[in-house]
């Protein structure tokens, strides 16, 4: 069976809770779905993530769809996107151009579906966002003028490589939004929140059936303190340094 035609058997199309705007592929027991697929692997296998719109992905597609200019006419990038709903989002809020990343196969099948489901044309890729050394930007996150995570900082080896990626875009003047209902990993010192809603959650792989979740803003990295330049007097007078370069005292 092919991810499009495994994702075709396991799910349906249903609105998502806090964005009904959007439907997306959803799995009516998630944690079945996961023992299947053990089963039949016979390896242990990640949980199906794609088979539910998860908490941080439904508030920042709620702050997208209330205020589109977060995204309108821009190179939006949705990094993770599970079943899709972010990029999706983005593209109904009119972005100029929506790519949406997620290293599990089964979840691209489930966001080209989720295109489809919504009539938006997305860029779907199966990239490992994470699998490029330090510092070097994955090309798949090339030109992007808006990047959106949703859900994502849930295990501590992903939090600890996630934030300096999320930095470097935000170094190259990317505009980096982030949902999370508080997960254990969210770098909280380097982000700001800009938005809050209450999101209902199914799929069993809450423990609650609503979460409280922050859409937050990445901080702009803090600027080393500006050395005072301090005349030097012992120097030669202004206008006639050594090197020919005039010193202007500030
Ligand atoms: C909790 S789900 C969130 C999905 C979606 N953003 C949402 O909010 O509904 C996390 C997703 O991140 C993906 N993921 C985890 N690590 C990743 C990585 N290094 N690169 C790309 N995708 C990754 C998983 O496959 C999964 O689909």
Do not use: I, K
């Amino acid at each position: 069976m092919t991810p499009d035609e495994l994702v075709r058997a396991e799910a349906a199309p249903a609105p998502v809770p806090l964005v009904p705007e959007v439907v997306l592929p959803v799995v009516a027991d998630v944690m079945a779905l996961w023992e299947r697929t053990e089963e039949r692997a016979g390896t242990p296998q990640p949980p199906p993530f794609w088979g539910s719109p998860w908490a941080g992905g439904q508030a920042l597609a709620r702050s997208v769809l209330d205020d589109p200019r977060l995204v309108a006419g821009r190179r939006v990038v949705d990094v993770a996107c599970g079943s899709g709903l972010v990029a999706v989002a983005a593209a109904l809020a009119g972005a100029a151009d929506v790519r949406a990343l997620d290293l599990d196969p089964l979840a691209a099948a489930a966001a080209r579906w989720s295109a489809a489901l919504n009539g938006v044309v997305l860029d779907v890729r199966v990239v490992d966002v994470l699998e490029g050394a330090a510092g070097v930007l994955p090309a798949a996150l090339a030109g992007a003028e808006v990047v959106l995570v949703g859900d994502l900082f849930y295990e501590r080896a992903t939090a600890e490589r996630l934030l300096p990626l999320l930095r470097l875009l935000a170094g190259r003047g990317a505009a980096v939004l982030v949902g999370d209902p508080g997960r254990a990993h969210l770098p909280v010192a380097a982000l700001e929140e800009v938005a809050r809603h209450e999101v209902p959650v199914a799929g069993g792989l809450e423990d609650r059936a609503v979460r409280s979740t922050a859409v937050l803003r990445l901080r702009p990295p803090v600027e080393p303190p500006v050395e005072p330049q301090v005349p030097d007097l012992g120097a030669q007078p202004s206008g006639s340094s050594s090197s020919g370069v005039r010193q202007v005292p500030r």
